[in-house]
Every structure is written in C-alpha cells, then in structure tokens.
C-alpha cells in the first residue's frame, strides 16, 4: 500500500510544513524575511517537492516564488493531515488539543470569553485560541482550513461554509450620564447633532449604516472621536465625554445608571444575523470538531 509515494525522495514533513508556510506567507521571501539562507533552503525544498509530485508546486513571479494553484492545492491537503497527525499525538500523549475562533474584537470580548469556559469545562484537555480578525479575514482563513471557527455576519458567508446562527447582535446608543443631563428629553437626532459622538469607524458596514441614519434624522455625522474598536468606544463612553453606539452585548459591562439608552427605530438598520461559520473539512480531520461547533453554538447563542 502506498508504494509509489515511498519509492522515490523528495517527501517528507518538514517539506510540507514549509509548503504550508510560503502558503500562509504568500512567498518564500514574506516566509523568511531578510534571511537569504532560509530562503534558499526552502526554495531547494519547495523544488524536491515539484520533482516528487511531477508538477511545479512554485513558480517565481517578478521577484517573488509563489505557489502555483497545485502547490495550494497540495499545502491544502497536507495542512488537513499533520492537523490531524498533531491531534492524534496530543490525543495520545494526553496533552492539550488546540481550536482557534476568529471574530471581531467586541465579539472576543463581550460574547466569547465569557462564554468559552463552559466548553472547556466540558472537553477537558481542549484549549482555544482566539483571533481579532476582520469578516473577510474570518472567512478567507475558514476557507483556506487556517482558521478552525469563526463568527461572521450572515450576509458575509461563502459558498462552501457550514454555517449555523448565533442569533441578532442588536445595538444601541448610549449617553454617559454627565452628558445626558445637559440635554431634556435627548433624542438621537439631537444627540447626533448637539453631542459629542465616539464611533467605531474601521467597519465598513457599521459606518455606512450609521452615516444612512444621519441622512435620515437630516444631521451631518461627524464624529469628535474616530475609534478602531467598539470597546475602544466604549472606553470613551466611560469617559463621560463622549456618547456611542454599541453592541447591546456591551451594555452587560456598565455600571447601572452609567448611561442613558437613546431608543429610535432607526437604529434597527444596523441589527445584524451573526453566524458561527466553519469549513466542512474540519469535522473530516479533527476528532471532536462535531461536538465542538455544537457546544459553541449552544454557548454562544444571543438571547
């Protein structure tokens, strides 16, 4: 069995793992940065592995040796099987079997971590590492098996995902007390239009939803301070200075009488389905990755 996989040279592990590095790099040059003897050395192996399969697994564009669309291929089907080789070694050895999740930055916070012990409670021997990644990032990564789960918006998913919901992440705006009581009867018009707004801006979609609510209410949306995160707005709602608007999961971390809801049907444009996204592949390689996605989804679902 297997013997013409055996009867010439040129395929090993290390091969593979340094297939799948140029792969995730994107060259051999962003593998290796700035050492010229790596970059030789996994060059000569990138070549052993083309003259083992028959097939160029690399070719060199302008400066820089990518893999050609058989060498993904091949970086593809040999990341799937040392996956499972590790697990089966952590398996027997008794160790930790590691999963990673990808999702935004106030997900991680405000949905996942406080949630996750519950799973690792109940898959002892399982740890889990979490990714602040952008949803294409999420999706790309689920694709490509580099990333075990993500949490993506349900407009965001890919043909080739399973995918199940985890429910409406909702948001709302939120005035710090100091802020609000300079204002009777605060509307989200006038707080849009009189206040000092603290925004997550490095979501395109967030932003374009909110910057559409502004034309609505007929108020200019300029925010006084432009943020990367939303727990970075809310850094600047517990400031005092500054009102936002959150994921409700947020609101969870607030002192009660901190802030003053603003309630406005016009917020509801920007609700949005989050699914628990992975690659079908993983539930092939990965012992336990069936069980896992269910506790996630069990442990994760918005109320």
Same mark, same amino acid.
């Not at 109940?122 to 098996?145: D, H, K, M, S, Y």
């Not at 006038?190 to 209410?217: H, M, N, V, Y």
């Given at each position: 069995?297997?013997?013409?996989?055996?009867?010439?040279?040129?395929?090993?592990?290390?091969?593979?793992?340094?297939?799948?590095?140029?792969?995730?790099?994107?060259?051999?040059? =962003?593998?290796?940065?700035?050492?010229?003897?790596?970059?030789? =050395?996994?060059?000569?192996?990138?070549?052993?592995?083309?003259?083992?399969?028959?097939?160029?697994?690399?070719?060199?564009?302008?400066? %820089?040796?990518?893999?050609?669309?058989?060498?993904?291929?091949?970086?593809?089907?040999?990341?799937?099987?040392? #996956?499972?080789?590790?697990?089966?070694?952590?398996?027997?050895?008794?160790?930790?079997?590691?999963?990673?999740?990808?999702?935004?930055?106030?997900?991680?916070?405000?949905?996942?971590?406080?949630? %996750?012990?519950?799973?690792?409670?109940?898959?002892?021997?399982?740890?889990?590492?979490?990714?602040?990644?952008?949803?294409?990032?999420?999706?790309?990564?689920?694709?490509?098996?580099?990333?075990?789960?993500?949490?993506?918006?349900?407009?965001?998913?890919?043909?080739?995902?399973?995918?199940?919901?985890?429910?409406?992440?909702?948001?709302?705006?939120?005035? !710090?007390?100091?802020?609000?009581?300079?204002?009777?009867?605060?509307?989200?018009r006038q707080a849009l239009a009189e206040l000092p707004l603290a925004t997550q801006t490095t979501?395109?979609?967030?932003?374009?939803?909110?910057?559409?609510?502004?034309?609505?209410?007929?108020?200019?949306? #300029? !925010?006084?301070?432009a943020c990367q995160s939303f727990p970075q707005t809310m850094a600047a709602l517990r400031s005092?200075?500054?009102?936002?608007?959150?994921?409700?999961?947020?609101?969870?971390?607030?002192p009660t009488g901190a802030a003053q809801r603003l309630e406005d049907a016009s917020l509801a444009?920007?609700?949005?389905?989050?699914?628990?996204?992975?690659?079908?592949?993983?539930?092939?390689?990965?012992?336990?990755?069936?069980?896992?996605?269910? #506790?996630? =989804?069990?442990?994760?679902?918005?109320?």
């Amino acid at each position: 069995m297997f013997e013409t996989l055996f009867s010439e040279r040129g395929l090993s592990l290390d091969r593979l793992k340094v297939l799948i590095e140029v792969r995730d790099a994107g060259s051999i040059a =962003q593998a290796a940065p700035g050492d010229p003897v790596r970059q030789s =050395q996994y060059s000569r192996q990138l070549r052993e592995l083309s003259e083992f399969f028959g097939c160029e697994v690399a070719q060199r564009r302008g400066k %820089l040796l990518k893999l050609t669309e058989q060498g993904e291929r091949l970086a593809e089907l040999a990341r799937e099987q040392l #996956r499972s080789l590790d697990d089966f070694r952590a398996e027997c050895k008794q160790t930790n079997v590691a999963f990673t999740l990808g999702a935004g930055d106030s997900l991680i916070q405000w949905l996942v971590i406080p949630r %996750l012990g519950t799973i690792i409670d109940a898959f002892p021997g399982t740890r889990f590492a979490t990714l602040n990644l952008r949803t294409q990032e999420i999706v790309q990564q689920l694709a490509e098996g580099r990333l075990d789960f993500g949490i993506i918006r349900k407009n965001a998913l890919a043909p080739g995902l399973k995918a199940v919901s985890l429910g409406i992440v909702r948001y709302v705006a939120l005035v !710090p007390e100091p802020l609000a009581r300079t204002k009777k009867k605060l509307t989200l018009r006038q707080a849009l239009a009189e206040l000092p707004l603290a925004t997550q801006t490095t979501d395109g979609q967030f932003t374009s939803g909110l910057r559409a609510i502004a034309k609505t209410l007929q108020v200019p949306l #300029r !925010p006084a301070l432009a943020c990367q995160s939303f727990p970075q707005t809310m850094a600047a709602l517990r400031s005092g200075s500054f009102w936002t608007i959150l994921p409700e999961l947020a609101t969870r971390d607030l002192p009660t009488g901190a802030a003053q809801r603003l309630e406005d049907a016009s917020l509801a444009p920007l609700n949005r389905e989050a699914m628990l996204a992975w690659n079908p592949r993983l539930i092939r390689v990965r012992p336990n990755a069936a069980k896992i996605a269910a #506790r996630l =989804q069990h442990a994760l679902t918005i109320p």
